[in-house]
C-alpha cells in the first residue's frame, strides 16, 4: 500500500511539474508578445510638463526641463527632456557634453551609476553630460506619425531633424548655466564619434562660442564629401579591395542579398578583412565549410543578422535612426549605382534597403534632399580629429579635410578601426 501511495505521489508531483512548466512558458510567452507589441506600437502621447519617468526619478544626476517641440514654432509647445550628469561630475568644472546622433541609441534610461559603464570606459575622471534624445526612446513624438499610424515623413524630418537636436543641446546648456552646473563663463568642450562627430561640426557652426574645444572621433561630413567629390562613406575598395572585388563580381551575376552586405558591413567595423574575405569566400567556394561555419556563426548574431535589424528598423521608435540616415546619406545612395568594383561602399549597399520608403517619398514630392552645410571656418576654439588607417567606415582623407576645415585644429592618425577599442586605456588617457 505505501509503495502504491508513494508511486501515486511521484506521479501527482510529476504532473504538478509540467503543469508549473508549462505556466512558466506560457507567462513568458504572454509577457514576450507583450513586449514585441509595445515595441512596434506608434506613440500616442508624451510626458507631461513637471512629469518624470518613474524608472528614473529626478536627483543631482538626472535633470528635466522643459524644450520646444519646434525651436522654429514654439507656438506648437513644449515636451520634456532630460539629461544625466557623470558620476564623478564637479559643478563649475571643465564639462564635456558626449554628443549621439540616435543612430547609437546609448542614452536612455539610466538609473544607476553601474549604467555608466559604458561611458566611463571612455570619458571616466572626466565631468560629462548625457542627454535623452528627441526621437529616442523613451523621448517620442506623437507628432512624427499620421492618424492611421502611417509616417509622415514631412513631420518626421522637422520634428526630428538633427538642428533641432543642435537646438536642444543649446537649451540644456542654458539649463545647467542658469544652475550653476557650468564654468562661470557657459563654455562647454564637447565629444563624439561616427555619426555624433558630425552632431558636434553642426553645433559648433551655430553656437560655437559656447565651446572652448572638441574632439571628433572617427568621423566624416556630408558637405566636405560634396566639395572633394568623393562619398560620404568611404568606398569598400579603399579598405579592403579582394573584398570590394568579389563582391562586385557577386552582384553582376546576380548573387547578392542585403543580409551578407550588412554583415560583411559589420564584421568591417571591427577591421576584420580575414574574415570578411572568409564569408564572400562561401558565395564561390560552396565546399569551404569553414568558412560556411563562420557565416553561420557570425549570422545568428543578433547584431549582425539583418533580417532582425531590418525588423527593428521598421519600429515607430526608431524612425530618428532613418531620419538621420536620410539627413547624411539620402542624396548619395539614391545615386548610388556602381559600376565596378572602386564604387561598392557597403553601408550603401544596405542602408538603401531600410531607406527606401524615404526615397520613395523624396520621389514622390513629400520630402526634399537634405544638405548639411557647415561654416568652420568662424570657429576659433581648439579641435583634435581622430581617425584610423583601418576605419573602414569613414576615410583617413576625410579626417584630413576636416582638419584643414578648422582654423584650430589638429590631427591624430591611429591604426584603429571604427570601434576603436584597439588601444582603449591609452586612447582613454589622451582624451
Given at each position: 500500500m505505501q509503495?502504491?501511495?508513494?508511486?501515486?505521489?511521484?506521479?501527482?508531483?510529476?504532473?504538478?511539474?509540467?503543469?508549473?512548466?508549462?505556466?512558466?512558458?506560457?507567462?513568458?510567452?504572454?509577457?514576450?508578445?507583450?513586449?514585441?507589441?509595445?515595441?512596434?506600437?506608434?506613440?500616442?502621447?508624451?510626458?507631461?510638463?513637471?512629469?518624470?519617468y518613474p524608472e528614473m526619478p529626478p536627483d543631482p544626476h538626472h535633470h528635466y526641463l522643459q524644450i520646444p517641440l519646434d525651436h522654429r514654432n514654439q507656438a506648437l509647445g513644449n515636451f520634456t527632456a532630460f539629461y544625466l550628469l557623470?558620476?564623478?561630475?564637479?559643478?563649475?568644472?571643465?564639462?564635456?557634453?558626449?554628443?549621439?546622433d540616435n543612430q547609437q541609441e546609448r542614452v536612455g534610461m539610466i538609473n544607476d551609476s553601474g549604467d555608466f559603464e559604458y561611458f566611463e570606459e571612455s570619458l571616466?575622471?572626466?565631468?560629462?553630460?548625457?542627454?535623452?534624445?528627441?526621437?529616442?526612446?523613451?523621448?517620442?513624438?506623437?507628432?512624427?506619425?499620421?492618424?492611421?499610424?502611417?509616417?509622415?515623413?514631412?513631420?518626421?524630418?522637422?520634428?526630428?531633424?538633427?538642428?533641432?537636436?543642435?537646438?536642444?543641446?543649446?537649451?540644456?546648456?542654458?539649463?545647467?548655466?542658469?544652475k550653476r552646473l557650468l564654468r562661470k563663463d557657459g563654455k562647454i568642450m564637447l565629444y563624439g564619434g561616427s555619426g555624433g562627430g558630425v552632431l558636434i561640426q553642426q553645433y559648433l557652426d551655430k553656437y560655437g562660442e559656447h565651446v572652448s574645444r572638441a574632439l571628433i572621433e572617427s568621423s566624416s561630413a556630408p558637405d566636405l564629401a560634396e566639395k572633394y567629390n568623393t562619398t560620404f562613406m568611404?568606398?569598400?575598395?579603399?579598405?579592403?579591395?579582394?573584398?570590394?572585388?568579389?563582391?562586385?563580381?557577386?552582384?553582376?551575376?546576380?548573387?547578392?542579398?542585403?543580409?551578407?552586405?550588412?554583415l560583411l558591413y559589420k564584421i568591417g567595423l571591427t577591421g576584420n578583412t580575414d574574415?570578411?574575405?572568409?564569408?564572400?569566400?562561401?558565395?564561390?567556394?560552396?565546399?569551404?565549410?569553414?568558412?560556411?561555419?563562420?557565416?553561420?556563426?557570425?549570422?545568428?548574431?543578433?547584431?549582425?543578422?539583418?533580417?532582425?535589424?531590418?525588423?527593428?528598423?521598421?519600429?515607430?521608435?526608431?524612425?530618428?535612426?532613418?531620419?538621420?540616415?536620410?539627413?547624411?546619406?539620402?542624396?548619395?545612395?539614391?545615386?548610388?549605382?556602381?559600376?565596378?568594383?572602386?564604387?561598392?561602399?557597403?553601408?550603401?549597399?544596405?542602408?538603401?534597403?531600410?531607406?527606401?520608403?524615404?526615397?520613395?517619398?523624396?520621389?514622390?514630392?513629400k520630402i526634399p534632399v537634405i544638405k548639411i552645410q557647415i561654416n568652420r571656418s568662424r570657429y576659433n576654439g581648439e579641435v583634435m580629429i581622430w581617425s584610423g588607417t583601418a576605419d573602414q567606415v569613414f576615410s583617413e582623407q576625410m579626417g584630413q579635410w576636416l582638419c584643414q576645415s578648422y582654423p584650430n585644429a589638429r590631427l591624430a592618425l591611429f591604426n584603429e578601426t571604427h570601434s576603436r577599442d584597439k588601444y582603449s586605456d591609452y586612447q582613454l588617457e589622451f582624451r
Amino acid at each position: 500500500m505505501q509503495t502504491l501511495i508513494s508511486r501515486l505521489l511521484k506521479k501527482a508531483r510529476a504532473k504538478i511539474g509540467i503543469i508549473l512548466l508549462l505556466a512558466v512558458v506560457l507567462g513568458c510567452g504572454a509577457y514576450g508578445w507583450h513586449e514585441y507589441e509595445a515595441f512596434f506600437q506608434v506613440p500616442t502621447a508624451r510626458l507631461s510638463a513637471g512629469s518624470f519617468y518613474p524608472e528614473m526619478p529626478p536627483d543631482p544626476h538626472h535633470h528635466y526641463l522643459q524644450i520646444p517641440l519646434d525651436h522654429r514654432n514654439q507656438a506648437l509647445g513644449n515636451f520634456t527632456a532630460f539629461y544625466l550628469l557623470s558620476p564623478g561630475f564637479l559643478a563649475g568644472e571643465d564639462v564635456v557634453f558626449w554628443l549621439f546622433d540616435n543612430q547609437q541609441e546609448r542614452v536612455g534610461m539610466i538609473n544607476d551609476s553601474g549604467d555608466f559603464e559604458y561611458f566611463e570606459e571612455s570619458l571616466g575622471g572626466l565631468s560629462y553630460v548625457l542627454m535623452g534624445n528627441r526621437g529616442v526612446s523613451p523621448t517620442l513624438f506623437p507628432e512624427a506619425f499620421n492618424k492611421d499610424g502611417s509616417t509622415n515623413y514631412s513631420r518626421a524630418l522637422r520634428f526630428y531633424g538633427s538642428w533641432e537636436q543642435v537646438d536642444d543641446i543649446e537649451a540644456v546648456r542654458k539649463d545647467m548655466q542658469k544652475k550653476r552646473l557650468l564654468r562661470k563663463d557657459g563654455k562647454i568642450m564637447l565629444y563624439g564619434g561616427s555619426g555624433g562627430g558630425v552632431l558636434i561640426q553642426q553645433y559648433l557652426d551655430k553656437y560655437g562660442e559656447h565651446v572652448s574645444r572638441a574632439l571628433i572621433e572617427s568621423s566624416s561630413a556630408p558637405d566636405l564629401a560634396e566639395k572633394y567629390n568623393t562619398t560620404f562613406m568611404k568606398k569598400t575598395y579603399l579598405s579592403n579591395e579582394s573584398l570590394a572585388n568579389s563582391y562586385f563580381t557577386l552582384t553582376q551575376g546576380g548573387d547578392y542579398t542585403t543580409s551578407l552586405a550588412f554583415l560583411l558591413y559589420k564584421i568591417g567595423l571591427t577591421g576584420n578583412t580575414d574574415l570578411q574575405n572568409r564569408i564572400v569566400n562561401i558565395k564561390t567556394d560552396r565546399f569551404a565549410l569553414q568558412d560556411q561555419w563562420a557565416y553561420l556563426v557570425n549570422w545568428l548574431s543578433p547584431s549582425y543578422n539583418y533580417p532582425f535589424v531590418h525588423r527593428i528598423l521598421d519600429a515607430p521608435r526608431e524612425l530618428e535612426v532613418k531620419v538621420r540616415i536620410y539627413e547624411l546619406m539620402g542624396e548619395e545612395i539614391e545615386s548610388y549605382h556602381p559600376t565596378s568594383a572602386q564604387d561598392v561602399c557597403l553601408g550603401y549597399e544596405w542602408t538603401k534597403v531600410p531607406l527606401a520608403d524615404f526615397i520613395k517619398a523624396h520621389k514622390e514630392g513629400k520630402i526634399p534632399v537634405i544638405k548639411i552645410q557647415i561654416n568652420r571656418s568662424r570657429y576659433n576654439g581648439e579641435v583634435m580629429i581622430w581617425s584610423g588607417t583601418a576605419d573602414q567606415v569613414f576615410s583617413e582623407q576625410m579626417g584630413q579635410w576636416l582638419c584643414q576645415s578648422y582654423p584650430n585644429a589638429r590631427l591624430a592618425l591611429f591604426n584603429e578601426t571604427h570601434s576603436r577599442d584597439k588601444y582603449s586605456d591609452y586612447q582613454l588617457e589622451f582624451r
